[in-house]
């Protein structure tokens, strides 16, 4: 039986540089997709507080939270992980050098606690006792479900390939901000490392025949022409 997905929740950018946007005009989320293959259930991105994510789900597939297996998240920025507490029956993971660089960066964070105030340092506190929750990633969750490393927009950024018998679909995370910036050759100004991004956007388009962007709706990969 082939891989199946399906949108859960259409994600946005908080401003959208390509729409002449320079400051916030509402709230970021990231796209939340579901992926089954056989007794496999994997959410990725579970962006929306719980309880919203949860009546989103049963709306989309009828599913409740404790049918998830697996939750993937694409990168460790929080705005991917708002409702990842709804999953408490699940495996919670992401590519290993993400989770060892959000790691480092909370770290660095405490140590410098003297700048953070009593809440920020305690909010702090709990990211990394929930980061020890996040394992390493397979290279396969199935036989049609696999790991797929876009690193750029955070140093281990990364996204799922689904190879049904078909198409391949990748699920881009951060490395396909946007429909639109795919289309224009661009990668999102929030990027750690640009020029490493800009190869992984190339990487996923030769590769990907649908696409599900970080913060938007699914889209056909364009094959010519995009840069």
């Not at 199946?4 to 401003?15: A, D, K, P, Q, Y």
């Not at 959410?43 to 507080?49: A, G, R, Y």
């Not at 996040?134 to 790991?147: D, S």
Request: net charge negative.
């Amino acid at each position: 039986m082939a891989a199946e997905f399906i949108v859960i929740s259409i994600g946005t950018l908080s401003h959208n540089r390509l729409w002449n946007e320079t400051a916030a005009v509402r709230t970021s989320h990231a796209t939340t997709t579901l992926v089954r293959d056989g007794d496999r259930i994997v959410l990725v991105d579970p962006s929306l507080p719980g309880a919203i994510l949860a009546a989103r789900l049963n709306e989309r597939t009828g599913l409740t939270a404790d049918a998830v297996t697996d939750v993937f998240l694409t990168t460790l920025r929080p705005v991917h992980h708002r409702g990842l507490d709804l999953f408490e029956n699940a495996r919670w993971t992401a590519h290993e050098p993400e989770i060892e660089d959000y790691r480092n960066h909370l770290q660095e964070l405490l140590q410098s606690a003297q700048r953070l105030s009593e809440e920020d340092a305690r909010r702090v506190s709990t990211d990394l006792e929930r980061l020890g929750r996040v394992e390493a990633a397979p290279e396969k969750f199935t036989p049609q479900v696999h790991l797929y490393p876009l690193p750029g927009p955070t140093a281990g950024c990364a996204g799922l390939l689904l190879t049904p018998p078909t198409r391949t679909i990748i699920i881009a995370g951060d490395a396909a901000i946007t429909s639109d910036h795919v289309m224009a050759g661009q990668v999102w100004e929030g990027c750690e490392h640009r020029e490493l991004a800009l190869e992984s956007l190339q990487d996923l388009l030769e590769v990907a025949d649908l696409i599900v962007p970080g913060h938007d709706n699914l889209m056909l990969a364009p094959r010519e022409g995009w840069m």
